[in-house]
């Protein structure tokens, strides 16, 4: 019991280790070098426990995804009561953006997985769940091949307009353009109609302008 015990508090402590430091000097900055020397553990540590520093890095991607969704989903309840999903997927990669445009730590840590690739060879399986909610919400009646197909080219698009934003090659494209965009795409490709998804953007340009994001921590918020 007592090993157990110390083996959560280690994975922890690398957990949280990465972070700080993932936030603080961005994803290609820290070192395996790094970490060890901050959370006193190991290289064998890092691999027994999660295997590879892109694993933490996507680790602390999806929980800042899940932060977001969890906090989204209680502010259009409380304020709002009600939840539409596709408002609601369209609100979260909005306040993901504002994220990116406001804190230079977001946007160094997102660029830097961006670019590694790693969101297309890691993260791409955990895209299973997001889609199939709306599979299943909205009846695409999509079955697994297509659903991978959706992830994989949405994702794709991602990192590429993303890299470009960030890198100033789209010029002067604002970031609630670029944030629009890459809802429209996912929305069309999903089959919805340009009036359709303008209506949930005009929705979401709402309800965005009436809420407070606010950090707290290393890759957490709060949505007041």
């Not at 199939?132 to 009646?141: G, Q, V, W």
């Amino acid at each position: 019991m007592a090993t157990y015990r110390n083996g959560i508090i280690t994975k922890n402590n690398i957990l949280e280790t990465c972070k700080r430091l993932f936030y603080e000097k961005g994803y290609k900055d820290t070192t395996y070098i790094d970490i060890c020397e901050d959370a006193d553990v190991s290289p064998g540590a890092i691999t027994r426990f999660f295997g590879s520093k892109k694993i933490i890095a996507i680790d602390i991607y999806s929980d800042l995804l899940i932060s977001i969704k969890e906090n989204t989903k209680s502010y259009l309840l409380e304020k709002h009561n009600e939840y539409n999903l596709r408002v609601a997927s369209a609100l979260e990669q909005t306040i993901f953006t504002d994220l990116i445009c406001t804190n230079n730590h977001y946007k160094k840590f997102y660029y830097d997985i961006c670019v590694d690739g790693l969101l297309l060879d890691s993260y791409i399986d955990k895209m299973d769940y997001f889609f199939k909610l709306h599979s299943d919400e909205y009846n695409l009646c999509l079955d697994e091949s297509q659903l991978r197909l959706l992830q994989t080219t949405t994702t794709s698009i991602s990192l590429g307009v993303t890299r470009k934003w960030i890198e100033g090659f789209l010029g002067d494209l604002s970031s609630q353009e670029y944030s629009d965009y890459k809802i429209s795409i996912m929305y069309s490709l999903m089959g919805l109609s340009n009036s359709e998804i303008g209506e949930i953007l005009k929705e979401v340009h709402e309800i965005y302008s009436e809420l407070s994001i606010i950090p707290i921590d290393f890759f957490s918020i709060v949505i007041e």
